[in-house]
Nanobody, 115 residues
Framework: QVQLVESGGGLVQPGGSLRLSCVAS????????AAWHRQAPGKQREVVAE???????KYTDSVKGRFTISRDNAKYTVYLQMTNLKVEDTAVYYC?????????WGQGTQVTVSS
């Protein structure tokens, strides 16, 4: 069974940086879609960054210029580099893979931005 495991979350001050990682185990695909979502307390889950086939990327407006999604296909690992973090980036971040019509989700990692 495919499992996604996120890591890299934590507590950081405003203006700081974090890099999230998501490793997919028992997963194999020539092409796949991957994304990072986040959910803040009392809010709906939102897509933060996506990476499509041929590494086309897309970001929600609030993180453009600050977050970068990337992947290592040999390791089935997706990253989210987050810079200039703001208090409003505080949320649980989830990674998401999609391949052959199947969706897979990680358990989430907490990111807290606070002084």
């Amino acid at each position: 069974q495919v499992q996604l495991v996120e890591s890299g979350g934590g507590l950081v001050q405003p203006g700081g940086s974090l890099r999230l990682s998501c490793v997919a185990s028992k997963f194999s695909a020539d092409t796949y879609y991957a994304a990072w979502h986040r959910q803040a307390p009392g809010k709906q889950r939102e897509v933060v960054a996506e990476i499509h086939s041929y590494d086309y990327t897309k970001y929600t407006d609030s993180v453009k210029g600050r977050f970068t999604i990337s992947r290592d296909n040999a390791k089935y690992t997706v990253y989210l580099q987050m810079t200039n973090l703001k208090v409003e980036d505080t949320a649980v971040y989830y990674c998401h893979f999609r391949s052959r019509g199947e969706d897979y989700w990680g358990q989430g990692t907490q990111v807290t931005v606070s002084s």
